[in-house]
C-alpha cells in the first residue's frame, strides 16, 4: 500500500467541513490523485473540473467552483504532493499543494501552489456492469474470466471507496464470492500460467496463491462448488484445502474446459442481478447514446438482412460446414468429417478505453455433440470453453466502432462486417 493511500489526517479533518457526499468526493480525491496521477489544470468559466476516478460500476468527479489561483502559476498538468486544505475567514476554501512537475533552477526550494474556492459540485454516479474498462484484443486470452474478474474488482472498490452501504445485496454476495475466487482468476489470466488437455498440464506459479481463508470463506467456497453440481471441486477444496497443488489444478482446468463454463454463466447471472437500479452509462450521455443507437441500427439491419436470429448485442445463425471442419485449440488441428450444421454467434462487448467508447465484437463456433446444451440460447463468450476443437472464438478487434469515428467510417465497417456475413452465408441458415 502506497503512503497516498492513506489520507493525511489534517485533511481528514478539514473535510469533515463538507456534507457526506462531499467527504467521499474529496477523500476520493486525495486517495486517487496525489502523487499519483498529472491532472490537466483547466480552468473554464472558473471552474475547475477533475475526474477522479472511473470504474466499470461507477465514476467520481469534482467540480470546484469559484476558483481563483492565488499563486500566479497556471501550468497545463499538475501532479498534486503535500496537499492540504483550510477554511477561510471569507468562508471560501483553499487547497494548497506541491506541483512535482514544476520546473526547479539550480539551489531553488519547490514553491507551493494553491487555489481557492466556494463550493463544490459533483460526486458518485453508479452504472450497472455493461459497459467495460479494458481493451479488447485478439490476444484476449481467457475473456470471459477477463470480464468477470474486472466486475469483481470494481465492485471490490467501490466498497473500498464508498464502504459496504452503497452495494446491494447482490454486490455484497459477489464480494464474499470473490473473496475466494478472486485469487485464482488472476493465477489463471497471468501470462506465464499454460492450461493444456488434462489436470496434469496445467502450468503455473503455484506458490502465488496464499489461500489464508477464515472460516466462513471456506464454507462458502465448498457451498459454492457443491451448489454448480462441482462436487468434485468441493471435495478436493474440503479435503486439501486452497493452497493445494491438486486443488489449483482442478479448478484451472475446470475454468478452461466446459465445466467452467457452468461457474461463469453463474457469475454472468449475478453480475446482471448487481447492476439492477442502475443507470447504464450510455443512458446519461447524449453523444454516446447517439453513436450506440447508430450503430446498433446498423448493426441490426446487416445481421437481420443476411437471416441471422437475435437483436443487438447477440445473434446467431445455423449453417453447413464444409465436409472437412478443422479447429485449432492451442496449436493443435482437429478435423471432423460430415458434421451435419454448426452454430455461429457474433456478440458487441462495450468498453471506454483511453477515454473512448468502443464497440467490439466477439465471434464464436460450435460444432454441436449430442447433450442437453440448447446451442441456440449460446453465445460467443461460451465458444471460449474448450470442448476438444468442436468451438473456438476470438476478439474480431479490426471491427471495433469507436465514438470519434465519422458515420463514413461506421459505414464502411458495416461494409466489411456484411461481408463476412455474406461468406457464412451458404447452407443451412437461422434454423
Not at 474478474?149 to 467501490?158: L, N, S
Not at 454448480?228 to 489449483?248: D, Q
Amino acid at each position: 500500500m502506497s503512503n497516498h493511500d492513506i489520507v493525511d489526517e489534517a485533511f481528514h479533518q478539514f473535510v469533515q467541513q463538507f456534507h457526506t457526499e462531499e467527504q467521499k468526493v474529496l477523500l476520493a480525491f486525495y486517495r486517487e490523485l496525489v502523487g499519483k496521477r498529472r491532472i490537466p489544470y483547466k480552468i473554464k468559466d472558473r471552474n475547475f473540473s477533475v475526474d477522479i476516478q472511473m470504474c466499470q460500476g461507477f465514476t467520481v468527479d469534482v467540480e470546484f467552483q469559484d476558483v481563483l489561483i492565488e499563486d500566479g502559476r497556471h501550468p497545463k498538468e499538475i501532479l498534486m504532493d503535500s496537499l492540504r486544505g483550510e477554511r477561510l475567514a471569507d468562508g471560501r476554501y483553499r487547497l494548497s499543494f506541491m506541483n512535482r512537475l514544476a520546473p526547479l533552477g539550480e539551489n531553488q526550494a519547490p514553491k507551493e501552489s494553491s487555489f481557492s474556492f466556494a463550493s463544490i459540485r459533483g460526486g458518485v454516479r453508479l452504472w450497472d456492469y455493461n459497459v467495460h474498462t479494458i481493451k479488447l484484443g485478439r490476444d484476449s486470452r481467457g475473456l470471459p474470466w477477463n470480464l468477470v474478474y474486472e466486475t469483481f474488482q470494481a465492485i471490490a472498490q467501490k466498497r473500498k471507496v464508498f464502504g459496504i452501504g452503497y452495494l446491494n445485496a447482490y454486490e455484497r454476495e459477489a464480494i464474499e464470492i470473490f473473496k475466494f475466487l478472486g485469487p485464482y482468476l488472476e493465477l489463471y489470466l497471468l501470462p506465464t500460467t499454460k492450461i493444456g488437455f488434462g489436470k496434469s498440464t496445467v502450468l503455473c506459479d503455484f506458490d502465488r496463491i496464499d489461500a489464508a481463508f477464515d472460516e466462513k470463506t471456506c464454507r462458502d467456497a465448498e457451498e459454492f462448488f457443491a451448489g454448480l453440481g462441482l462436487h468434485r471441486l468441493a471435495v478436493i477444496f474440503s479435503k486439501e484445502g486452497g493452497n493445494s497443488k491438486a486443488f489449483i489444478q482442478e479448478l484451472l482446468y475446470t475454468m478452461s474446459s466446459l465445466k467452467g463454463n457452468i461457474i461463469y454463466k453463474n457469475l454472468r447471472n449475478l453480475i446482471e442481478s448487481c447492476g439492477k437500479g442502475h443507470q447504464g452509462l450510455n443512458e446519461s450521455d447524449a453523444d454516446m447514446n447517439l453513436f450506440r443507437t447508430y450503430v446498433r441500427e446498423k448493426v441490426n439491419k446487416a445481421f437481420l438482412d443476411r437471416g441471422w436470429k437475435g437483436n443487438y448485442p447477440s445473434y446467431m445463425t445455423v449453417t453447413a460446414p464444409e465436409f472437412l471442419e478443422v479447429s485449432s485449440v492451442y496449436k493443435k488441428q482437429y478435423t471432423y468429417l460430415n458434421e451435419k450444421i454448426k452454430f455461429l454467434y457474433f456478440d458487441f462487448v462495450e468498453s471506454i478505453v483511453d477515454n473512448q467508447y468502443c464497440i467490439t465484437p466477439l465471434t464464436g463456433m460450435i460444432l454441436p455433440k449430442n447433450s442437453n446444451i440448447d446451442y441456440r440460447k449460446c453465445k460467443s463468450t461460451d465458444c471460449f470453453f474448450i470442448d476438444g476443437g468442436r468451438r473456438r472464438a476470438e476478439v474480431f478487434e479490426d471491427l471495433t466502432f469507436k465514438e470519434g469515428m465519422t458515420r463514413k467510417e461506421i459505414r464502411e465497417k458495416i461494409s466489411q462486417l456484411s461481408l463476412i456475413l455474406d461468406l457464412q452465408r451458404g447452407g443451412l441458415s437461422g434454423l
